[in-house]
């Protein structure tokens, strides 16, 4: 799941577990990508983080879970 919202939000580069050599080529792809791009990932990550994943939505979203 956390590979799929990576690829599906341009946040990174993944590679499937236990692929060291998927792994090297996500490193190295990951080295080639420009430093705009690379920052793009983390402003774009970070929003997530904060319109989903933040300690406040969760806990909202928990509370309704619930109350239900």
Do not use: Q, W
Request: proline share 4%; aromatic share 8%; hydrophobic share 30%.
């Amino acid at each position: 799941y956390i590979n799929e919202e990576i690829e599906k939000n341009g946040l990174g580069i993944t590679s499937p577990p236990g692929k060291p050599d998927k792994l090297a080529e996500a490193v190295v792809k990951l080295y080639k990508t420009s430093r705009k791009e690379r920052e793009l990932m983390c402003k774009r990550a970070r929003n997530l983080s904060e319109e989903i994943y933040s300690r406040e939505k969760i806990c909202i979203k928990y509370s309704h879970f619930l109350n239900e």
